[in-house]
């Protein structure tokens, strides 16, 4: 790997990372198999897509809930699923949150984490480019959320204790600045907890590791150092047990210190490996795809179950957080 590393520039937009615009063709195919052109950058092993596709923002205004979901508001199985999701995001974080706290979540798609954030004691606010998701968490959950894009939000320097970005980094224009923004939000102290598709994946079919509406892609090391690039500091980074995403958790600190080089050592090469052996072959020659066909079935079934006398979303999320509510969180000031 790595052997055309001292070809010519292949990206018109430079890394969004470190500032290098020295990259190398990664994949030129999408999940649908449309064509996508996805770049690496050679000095620290960024990923995105270039060029980028046009019309970014009326795209996620109107088109993706209804590309990806075949809906603008959220149908019962989705509600449930999402549910869900938002009880294990509540697990991650849940050692920092007390009660009181101000959380804002950016991208909060049909309210389901905020709702479930101000069930145990949060003030919470949400954020949401989608106007149908962003009116249903409204008048469903009766939550502060507010249509748009966070570059349009305004919120005051230092006013909440956490930010959470569940998968919205990988669809932003510039990661940088979205991190640099929300870090302005957080107090001294506060947390910021994202969570991204892993670049390193390997449960997925290969052709499906590219996706129109994934700009950038990102692995365990760029996210921690974009993040400790905007001035916060690492304190849990876990991939999930399928490989397939990455949680990471920076503090805020009173003062910052940007790391002195964006350079990453090994990493260009680590994750066009990753990227380049990954065949068709070898996946289906290994367990990940059986196991997420029966993951599949059982999801649907359960769903199907969980759904059947559905009365509107917040009836459905009552009962999947009805014990989440009920559990004591830790009193007192964070450290
Ligand atoms: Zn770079």
Request: hydrophobic share 35%; with cysteine.
């Given at each position: 790997?790595g052997n055309n590393?001292?070809?010519q520039d292949?990206?018109?937009i430079?890394c969004?990372l470190?500032?290098?615009?020295g990259a ?5 195919v999408?999940r ?5 052109r ?7 092993g ?6 980028r596709?046009?019309?970014?923002r009326?795209?996620y205004?109107?088109?993706?809930r209804l590309?990806y979901?075949?809906t603008?508001?959220p149908k019962?199985k989705?509600?449930y699923?999402?549910?869900k ?8 974080i849940r050692?920092y ?5 101000s959380?804002?979540?950016v991208?909060?798609?049909?309210g389901?984490?905020i709702?479930l ?6 003030k919470t606010?949400?954020i ?7 009116g ?10 507010r249509?748009g ?8 320097d230092?006013?909440q ?9 990988e669809?932003?224009e510039d990661?940088?600045l979205?991190i ?8 001294q102290?506060?947390?910021?907890a994202?969570?991204v598709?892993n670049v390193?994946?390997t449960?997925m079919?290969p ?5 129109l509406?994934?700009?950038y892609n990102?692995?365990?090391d760029?996210l ?7 001035g916060?500091?690492i304190?849990?980074q ?5 490989g397939?995403n990455?949680?990471?958790?920076f503090?805020k600190h009173?003062?910052?210190i ?7 050592d090994g990493n260009?090469?680590r ?5 380049r052996n990954?065949?068709?072959?070898r996946?289906y020659?290994?367990?990940h ?6 993951k599949k079935?059982?999801?649907a079934l ?5 759904t059947i006398?559905?009365?509107?979303g917040?009836r ?5 957080f009805?014990l989440?509510a009920?559990a ?5 000031d964070?450290?």
């Open positions: 790997m590393r001292a070809g292949t990206s018109g430079p969004n470190c500032g290098s615009s190398d063709e990664l994949s030129l999408d649908d198999g449309n064509h996508l996805t770049v690496i950058c050679r000095n620290c960024l990923v995105w897509t270039d060029p596709p046009a019309g970014v009326e795209f205004e109107k088109e993706y590309r979901k075949g603008y508001k019962p989705h509600v699923r999402a549910g999701v938002a009880v294990a995001r509540y697990e991650r050692g949150i007390r009660k009181e706290m959380l804002l979540d991208g909060s798609g049909g389901e984490f709702y954030m101000r069930k145990v004691g949060c606010i949400g949401e480019p989608n106007e149908g998701y962003a249903y968490a409204v008048s469903e959950y009766g939550l502060d959320v249509a894009f966070m570059q349009d939000a305004m919120l005051e230092g006013s204790d956490i930010v959470t970005m569940w998968h919205v980094l669809h932003t990661p940088t979205v640099g923004m929300a870090g302005g939000w957080i107090r102290g506060g947390i910021l994202l969570e598709p390193e994946a449960c079919s052709p499906h590791r590219f996706h509406a994934h700009l990102f692995n365990p760029t921690r150092r974009l993040g400790e690039k905007a916060l500091k304190v849990e876990a991939v999930s047990g399928d397939g990455i949680t990471a958790i503090r009173e003062v910052a940007p790391p002195d080089s964006l350079f990453i260009y090469d994750i066009a490996g990753v990227v990954h065949t068709v072959a996946h020659a290994s367990r795809p059986y196991l997420r066909f029966a079935i059982r999801s359960d769903e199907k179950i969980s006398n559905y009365a509107g917040k459905l999320l009552d009962g999947i009805g989440q009920d004591p969180l830790r009193l007192g964070p450290d």
